[in-house]
C-alpha cells in the first residue's frame, strides 16, 4: 500500500492520531490536518453534486480539494464540478508565498 494510502487506511479503520503517530512516527499537527481532510472527505461523499450546497462547495476548495477530487468524491466530472462551482460564486484563486522570508520581494506564485 502506498504511503499515501496509509493514513486514508489508518482514518477509515478508525486508528487514532495518536495511534497513527504510534505507527508511523508522522508529526500529529500534521496527522491531525489529514484527519480533517479525511472527514471533509466523508462529509463530501454523503452528497452529489446536486444536493451539495454553496458552503459545502466552497470549504473543500478552501482546504485545497481540486474540481477533479471534488467529482471524484461527488460521482461526477470535474467540468459539472467548475461550473457548479462557478455558479455558485467560488473562484479560483493565487496568492503569492514569500519564499525568501521577506529577503526579497516575491513575485512569482510558488
Given at each position: 500500500?502506498?504511503?499515501?494510502?496509509?493514513?486514508?487506511?489508518?482514518?477509515?479503520?478508525?486508528?487514532?492520531?495518536?495511534?497513527?503517530?504510534?505507527?508511523?512516527?508522522?508529526?500529529?499537527?500534521?496527522?491531525?490536518?489529514?484527519?480533517?481532510?479525511?472527514?471533509?472527505?466523508?462529509?463530501?461523499?454523503?452528497?452529489?453534486?446536486?444536493?451539495?450546497?454553496?458552503?459545502?462547495?466552497a470549504a473543500p476548495r478552501r482546504r485545497g480539494f481540486s474540481d477533479v477530487q471534488l467529482g471524484h468524491l461527488l460521482g461526477t466530472d470535474f467540468g459539472a464540478v467548475r461550473v457548479h462551482r462557478k455558479q455558485a460564486?467560488?473562484?479560483?484563486?493565487?496568492?503569492?508565498?514569500?519564499?525568501?522570508?521577506?529577503?526579497?520581494?516575491?513575485?512569482?506564485?510558488?
Open positions: 500500500m502506498p504511503s499515501g494510502f496509509f493514513h486514508q487506511a489508518c482514518f477509515k479503520a478508525g486508528y487514532s492520531v495518536e495511534r497513527i503517530f504510534e505507527l508511523t512516527k508522522i508529526d500529529p499537527w500534521f496527522l491531525h490536518q489529514l484527519r480533517e481532510l479525511h472527514e471533509l472527505e466523508e462529509v463530501l461523499k454523503k452528497h452529489t453534486l446536486a444536493t451539495i450546497d454553496v458552503a459545502c462547495c460564486g467560488v473562484h479560483t484563486t493565487y496568492r503569492l508565498v514569500d519564499t525568501c522570508a521577506a529577503e526579497f520581494e516575491a513575485f512569482t506564485p510558488y
